[in-house]
């Protein structure tokens, strides 16, 4: 007789960001918000009173101050549990032929394990020696195109007319531009979803709006595509969004003084960064996310990554192929950073 062993899908899962139990620790390693989210997500928190209830199936309120926000119909909203819930679902929503999806071969890393997990074939495309994405490579027949932008783990970013290029050249499969870090540089693809029908932008407020702990993510694309989303969401589990989430979320889509000040910081101390990189012997593609992947000249990245720790400086080191002598650094505060940069100096100097 077969073991139930035999029937085990069995994958290689995605590896997150390590969250460090210590104190003391300036944790750059996974791209969050170094600074708090907005005070009127703290004030909502007395407005947290139904959770005898189930929370709103269609988070409503959460979707209208979103579309509000965009000025969009609220028919073109999709609400998820962080993007990764919002990405999963479409990828089991659109993907579903017999000819590959195509995304870049360095890129977020959940996107093979989502192909892998639901059985969808897919073909990577290699980035170029700038880790940019080529727009001719996404030309030919596939099952649908996926790629953020800016990229991650490069921070580069396209540009919206090669955006426009690909949508022009995949105008049969869904497009989806994944567009987490999309406030911190660059114009969003948003603008063409009323162009292009088979276009699916997601975003986040885990970077930019300080709430990763929350996890809200959304999706926004014609209706169509949104309804067969949710359909599919209420397939497995009606009630995904939980009532703090919305409340909270609600309240911080309406403080955008805040959220430009704060975007702001983090994208001013990313250009002083990159600065004192430069002159410390590191190479990296101008970034337009809270993050910079860099390489040095001649100290090993593992090297730095493992001494940092050391040091209680948490980054993130990818050993794979292509990208094994790099680091991606998130964008902490003044303080944070410049503590990174003393740290660095100190190698440099050994």
């Known amino acids: 007789m077969k073991s139930w062993r035999d029937s085990v899908r069995n994958v290689v899962p995605y590896t997150p960001g390590e969250q460090p139990k210590e104190d003391g620790v300036i944790k750059l390693n996974t791209n969050e918000n170094p600074y708090p989210p907005s ?41 998820g549990v962080g993007s990764d819930d919002v990405l999963a679902i479409a990828f089991l929503t659109f993907f579903n032929s017999d000819v590959p999806v195509f995304f870049p071969d360095i890129t977020y890393s959940f996107y093979d394990v989502w192909a892998d997990l639901f059985q969808i074939p897919f073909e990577r495309k290699p980035l170029n020696e700038k880790f940019e994405i080529c727009a001719q490579d996404y030309y030919g027949e596939n099952g649908g195109v996926i790629f953020p932008n800016p990229n991650a783990p490069t921070g580069a970013l396209l540009e919206l007319e090669t955006v426009r290029d690909i949508l022009d050249h995949n105008r049969e499969v869904l497009v989806i531009v994944d567009e987490a870090y999309i406030d911190f540089g660059g114009e969003s693809a948003l603008s063409l979803i009323h162009d292009y ?19 809200i993510g959304y999706a926004m694309g014609n209706r169509e595509l949104i309804k067969a989303m949710s359909d599919v969401k209420y397939s497995f589990n009606s009630y995904t ?7 909270m979320g609600t309240a911080a889509i309406k403080d955008e003084e805040y959220f430009q000040d704060t975007r702001n910081k983090i994208i001013k101390t990313r250009e002083w960064f990159q600065e004192e990189l430069r002159e410390l012997g590191f190479s990296f593609a101008d970034s337009k996310a809270n993050f910079v992947f860099a ?15 050391k040091e209680k400086i948490y980054v993130r080191y990818f050993d794979k192929p292509r990208i094994n002598n790099y680091l991606r650094i998130s964008i902490g505060t003044d303080e944070e950073m410049q503590a990174l940069v003393r740290f660095f100096k100190s190698m440099m100097n050994k």
């Open 241 to 247: 969004m939980n009532e703090p989430s919305i409340v």
């Open 197 to 215: 029908d088979n276009l699916l932008v997601v975003q986040t407020y885990s970077k930019s709006r300080s709430l990763a702990g929350l996890r």
């Open 39 to 79: 005070p009127k997500v703290l004030e909502a928190m007395k407005e947290i009173t139904n959770l005898r209830k189930y929370p709103d199936p269609a988070v409503s309120d959460l979707t209208e101050a979103l579309s509000s926000y965009y000025r969009i119909d609220s028919s073109e909203v999709f609400v």
């Open 295 to 309: 390489a040095h000249e001649s100290i090993p990245a593992r090297e730095l990554f493992e001494a940092a720790k």
